[in-house]
């Protein structure tokens, strides 16, 4: 008789990890406003970059990033989270941030970003997600200094991705 109430705890705690681990459905769903990122990942007029490409200065807009298969990536610095087996990652080198402040990265898919700035790995003073919006699928918040970046894609399902990197508002 003591066992019935013991499985049933046992099932609902190995179910608990599951939901939690669940992100939100829906453009509404982000911790902060999206329209502006959302609208730069979508824009015709994205620029087009293969993977290992260098631009001067940051795009005002969105990009696209082709990607290679992480063996073929040579991506500059090793990804802080290894890329999973059939995924796909690339790297942009960017001359120049316009002036040091809150940026936001955002991605039109899921994958995992590392922004590398005077040799060091940045990390994210934010972060939100959700899955079921179209053109967006996660965001981040930096803080980038006014020197040159490197952008680092991986663990991604395609082979290309859009890249918004915009001052955060």
Not at 31 to 45: F, G, H, V, Y
Not at 55 to 75: D, I, K, N, Y
Request: aromatic share 6%.
């Amino acid at each position: 008789m003591m066992r019935a109430p013991f499985l049933i705890a046992l099932v609902l705690l190995a179910a608990a990890p599951v939901c939690a681990a669940e992100e939100p459905s829906g453009c509404d769903k982000f911790k902060w406003p999206i329209e502006r990122e959302r609208a730069a990942l979508t824009a015709p007029d994205r620029l087009r970059l293969a993977s290992g490409g260098e631009l001067a200065a940051l795009p005002p807009t969105g990009m696209t990033l082709a990607l290679r298969v992480p063996g073929e990536a040579q991506l500059p610095s090793p990804p802080e989270r290894a890329p999973r087996e059939g995924t796909f990652a690339g790297f942009a080198s960017l001359g120049s941030v316009p002036k040091a402040g809150l940026y936001t990265v955002s991605l039109s898919a899921g994958g995992w970003v590392d922004l590398v700035q005077d040799g060091h790995f940045l990390k994210p003073k934010g972060f939100s997600g959700a899955t079921d919006c179209d053109g967006i699928r996660k965001t981040m918040k930096y803080e980038i200094s006014a020197s040159p970046l490197v952008l680092q894609i991986s663990g991604t399902k395609e082979d290309s991705i859009s890249i918004a990197i915009l001052p955060s508002e």
